[in-house]
């Protein structure tokens, strides 16, 4: 664990210096995305439950263009209260284009605490992408989360903050260069290369219905200075292959906890 904390902390220090290099729009500094979600959760049984997912992101730098949607439903099973797993598929949709990507994906998480007010989430997330995604094939993420044990009597809120650190593998080839700007070699660049600092505020609106704001900064970066590396540059045309995808984003999600009134549901319809 020890490790894992030096390595967020690496990649922290690496994110921070990623600002001035040019993200995706091409702009230096970080651009603003909003995204709004709904979440359903049915409670199979006590130790089971059947997620439904949908997640719509705007960029707020281009008149709140719609830039993708996803949508995924995936199934959770506790081992037991701190030993938790979830099994699930997720599909994008780009607007104005038909090139969709499916992923499919596994993670493990255990909760342990920190006194009496702190519990802390340590997981790993393997992810599998369709051919359609040309950044990587395959994807492993760490997940490391803090929250109050209880919530805060106002507004029934609870505070988080998480940190995702992922390792790419795969995808489409990046052609490299020499310092004379001569082609030299063609690789995937596999490597840890992304981080996400998000700050969560979850307020308990009754048992059914809760509501969550939440403020996201990705960061995508060369750890190690890998020679497998993003964001390259030609140096005899000045052209950028891959560049750093740097954003942030203020969210809102809608989430609906219907636990074992699934059973009301499911018995209402017999045809």
Not at 88 to 113: D, W
Request: aromatic share 14%.
């Amino acid at each position: 664990m020890k490790h894992f904390l030096l390595l967020i902390i690496l990649a922290c220090l690496a994110s921070s210096n990623t600002d001035a290099q040019p993200n995706q729009s091409g702009r230096g500094n970080l651009g603003w995305r909003a995204w709004g979600g709904i979440s359903m959760d049915f409670e199979l049984k006590k130790y089971i439950a059947l997620s439904l997912n949908h997640l719509r992101s705007y960029d707020a730098d281009s008149k709140f263009r719609n830039s993708f949607n996803q949508t995924s439903l995936s199934l959770d099973y506790d081992f037991t209260r701190d030993l938790t797993s979830k099994v699930g598929v997720m599909i994008t949709q780009f607007p104005g284009s038909s090139n969709n990507t499916l992923r499919t994906y596994a993670r493990l998480s255990n909760r342990s605490k920190i006194g009496e007010s702190i519990r802390w989430w340590n997981g790993i997330q393997l992810e599998w992408h369709s051919m359609n995604e040309n950044r990587f094939r395959y994807r492993m993420i760490y997940i490391t989360r803090f929250a109050l044990r209880h919530r805060i009597p106002f507004l029934k809120l609870s505070p988080s903050v998480s940190y995702l650190l992922y390792y790419n593998v795969g995808g489409s080839p990046i052609q490299y260069y020499d310092t004379e700007g001569n082609p030299s070699f063609k690789a995937t660049p596999d490597g840890l290369h992304r981080g996400r600092f998000a700050f969560n505020l979850n307020s308990k609106i009754n048992k059914m219905f809760s509501l969550s704001l939440y403020y996201l900064r990705q960061n995508e970066f060369n750890l190690f200075h890998t020679s497998k590396a993003l964001n390259v540059v030609n140096p005899s045309t000045g052209k950028i292959t891959r560049p750093f995808n740097n954003y942030q984003v203020a969210g809102i999600t809608f989430s609906i906890q219907l636990n074992k009134t699934i059973k009301i549901f499911s018995n209402e319809n017999t045809n």
